[in-house]
């Protein structure tokens, strides 16, 4: 039959497509399997906690919550790193090898000392590397990097280690618009907890798996966000 010189087929197969592609659209895109690879230094590698308390384990468990899968989590940091240091451990990741990075790193430069410019060189290098890890910018994630003067291991130059943590995550942040990566800012959230009850591992310096679990809440919206992409 035909009306109009349209067939009932060609309306059928019209309304199908409207369908699918609506549906399509509705739907968020999930990858089968993530693989996640942190980069950092000790706030990455969680001294002091358990593995398990680490942030970026801490992670892996509520994106999965989010009904993804996570094949892998790796952890590429160390206590005392600096970005040289990570620079010189990375250097067998491949491009592409991961879908999911994240970078926080800096407080060492600042701890040791070292020129600003070593620092801003090495981070962007870092966050180009990380972005052919990922094999996209928008599959990489930065932190910002935590404020120790508020813990009792810094306690007696509060003033000073907040200003250059400051510059240092200015300029991360700065670069993370550049290049249009989502950036997490943790330092305010290690400003509010302190060294208040349950905010610090034993050693009165690194984060507890609790203030982990702060970052984490932080971190999770934007982290979903670039899954969902």
């Given at each position: 039959?035909?009306?109009n010189g349209i067939s009932i087929t060609s309306i059928t197969a019209l309304?199908?497509?409207v369908f699918v592609s609506c549906s399509s659209q509705d739907?968020?895109?999930f990858d089968p399997l993530i693989n996640y690879l942190a980069l950092g230094d000790s706030y990455t590698i969680g001294q002091g906690v358990?593995?398990?308390q680490r942030w970026p384990n801490l992670l892996s468990v509520e994106i999965e919550k989010n009904k993804y899968e996570i094949e892998s989590t790796r952890i590429i940091a160390q206590t005392g790193w600096t970005t040289k240091d990570l620079l010189n451990a990375i250097t067998d990741?491949?491009?592409g090898q991961y879908n999911l990075v994240?970078?926080?790193i800096g407080v060492n430069n600042q701890f040791q000392g070292?020129?600003?410019d070593i620092f801003s060189t090495e981070f962007d290098s870092l966050l180009n590397k990380?972005?052919?890890f990922a094999g996209a910018k928008d599959r990489v994630f930065v932190l910002s990097i935590p404020d120790y003067g508020v813990t009792p291991f810094g306690s007696n130059n509060a003033v000073q280690i907040a200003q250059e943590i400051d510059i240092y995550n200015n300029y991360i942040k700065q670069r993370c618009i550049e290049q249009e990566i989502i950036y997490v800012d943790v330092t305010g959230i290690s400003r509010q907890l302190g060294s208040s009850t349950g905010a610090l591992a034993e050693d009165n310096l690194h984060p507890s798996g609790l203030q982990y679990s702060k970052w984490v809440e932080a971190a999770l919206p934007s982290v979903l966000d670039i899954l969902d992409k």
């Open positions: 039959m035909r009306n309304i199908l497509f739907e968020p895109h358990q593995e398990s990741v491949q491009s994240s970078l926080l070292q020129p600003f990380s972005i052919a």
